[in-house]
């Protein structure tokens, strides 16, 4: 009785589901599908990006190429080109980074140290003594006696209770933008800040940080969560041990770079705009697979499924490298700036910058009469494994078109493996599924034809 039951439930949901659908264009995601994991090009395009020019920090000789690369790239798939000037912050990590502690004057432990991106160098080898704390909270409590002249230990891990890591790593992130600015403010020397990721082994992430205005720049470097466990662990043993690191990081004059743009014409509204994006510059201690080369590929690949398929849009579509969003958010900006001085109207805009694992779903970003719009998308992709349509949400770069028109969307990829790989030198190529890879890029072509074919009955 139990599985007729289950039968007819499932019977029920599916009737449901078929008369929520327009049978052409369900037909037509399916297409989408089919192309992307037959044909899909993702996988080859993010190995030419990193493995052929590597990471992409603004400013950086691989920053240029792969702004050639993927212009080339969009010129040669039949998309017009648009190449748009920004200067970008240029930091260079240079070729010194190291570390240790002492228990005793002839017992040293070394640790794995990385410059947070933005962070000033150390002036030859910074050696003090070190003090541990969670938050700022704790710098308060222990006051400038206890912290003056040390280099703090920002030690508080990733919540492992939140399923979104994303929310995970929300909640720690301040101490690496923040922490030096903070513990500056206390006389520390300098700061240390245990990686932020999920996982315990010897990789450092880096991430950009800050200073203030009025405040003492000092140097800022993250450490491996196995390293911190260690630091910990000594400190326990012995509060008066010393910790050593080097940087020989800097900050250069600004670079002149672009924002790079391929679109396919629309025929109805061709002065209507639908963008999908990721952010084209890396952090370079990996290649910037998942973050974010796997969000510029799968934008250039939704136009090519689409194109390759005959597709002929009613608005412009656009597939958009936005550069220097890991530490600045310059390129968003301009381009953000140009839709507005033009105008340019956007009609929608969605944001691929959450790795290329398997997608889960949509996070949208509008008012209550967009969302529910969209929401009605969710029985085309159910086949597919994309489950849901959420409010709240979009991304970082198209967060900047936002006003109280343009609908703002944003791809969830599964999330439980990205920070192992965020930010650190084990975001290469290897860490990428093709298979996963290509079916993000099939959600963000099926996204986009939906939007495309119905926004302007709303």
């Avoid at 003056?148 to 939140?162: C, T, Y």
């Avoid at 990789?203 to 800022?220: F, N, R």
């Avoid at 400190?235 to 600004?254: A, G, I, Y």
């Avoid at 209507?272 to 974010?292: C, E, N, P, Q, R």
Wanted: with cysteine; charged share 20%; hydrophobic share 40%.
């Amino acid at each position: 009785m139990k599985s007729i039951i289950s039968f007819t439930l499932l019977s029920i949901v599916t009737i449901v589901s078929q008369a929520q659908v327009d049978s052409t264009h369900f037909k037509f995601v399916k297409r989408i599908y089919e192309e992307a994991l037959v044909n899909g090009k993702s996988h080859e395009f993010l190995t030419t990006l990193c493995n052929d020019i590597g990471p992409r920090l603004s400013g950086s000789p691989q920053a240029a190429e792969a702004v050639e690369y993927t212009s080339q790239l969009m010129d040669s798939l039949g998309f017009e080109v648009l190449k748009r000037d920004v200067d970008v912050p240029h930091w260079v990590r240079g070729d010194i980074e190291m570390g240790y502690f002492e228990v005793s004057p002839n017992s040293k432990t070394r640790i794995r140290v990385t410059a947070l991106g933005g962070s000033v160098k150390t002036d030859d080898l910074l050696t003090a003594k070190v003090i541990e704390v969670q938050n700022f909270g704790d710098l308060s409590r222990l006051g400038k006696d206890a912290i003056q002249d040390k280099i703090v230990f920002f030690n508080r891990p990733m919540n492992p209770v939140h399923l979104s890591t994303f929310t995970a790593y929300g909640g720690g992130v301040d101490q690496r933008w923040a922490g030096a600015m903070e513990a500056a403010k206390f006389g520390a020397k300098g700061v240390l800040v245990r990686s932020l990721t999920l996982r315990l082994d010897t990789l450092p992430h880096t991430g950009s940080m800050g200073y203030k205005d009025g405040v003492e720049k000092i140097p800022a470097a993250a450490i491996s969560t196995v390293d911190a466990e260690a630091l910990h662990k000594a400190l326990k043993s012995n509060p008066d041990l010393s910790v050593s690191f080097k940087l020989s990081c800097e900050t250069l004059p600004d670079a002149h770079s672009h924002n790079v743009i391929g679109q396919l014409i629309g025929t109805k509204y061709p002065e209507k705009y639908i963008a999908v994006g990721g952010h084209l510059d890396s952090w370079d201690l990996g290649t910037g697979a998942h973050d974010d080369g796997a969000g510029c590929v799968q934008s250039i690949e939704a136009l090519r499924i689409l194109n390759d398929l005959g597709y002929t849009p009613k608005h412009t579509i656009r597939a958009v490298m936005f550069m220097n969003e890991e530490n600045g958010l310059r390129g968003a900006k301009k381009y953000a700036e140009r839709a507005k001085s033009i105008p340019e109207e956007h009609v929608m805009a969605v944001e691929t910058d959450a790795g290329g694992s398997a997608p889960l779903g949509f996070r949208v970003d509008g008012n209550k009469k967009q969302v529910s719009y969209v929401q009605g998308f969710t029985p085309y992709f159910e086949p597919y494994g994309v489950y849901w349509i959420k409010e709240g949400g979009s991304g970082a770069d198209v967060g900047q078109l936002k006003n109280d028109v343009v609908l703002l969307a944003g791809l969830s990829p599964n999330s439980q493996r990205y920070f192992d790989y965020h930010h650190a030198a084990s975001d290469i190529i290897e860490a990428v599924n093709p298979r996963e890879l290509e079916l993000g890029a099939a959600a963000l072509a099926a996204f986009i034809y939906l939007i495309d074919q119905t926004i302007d009955q709303q």
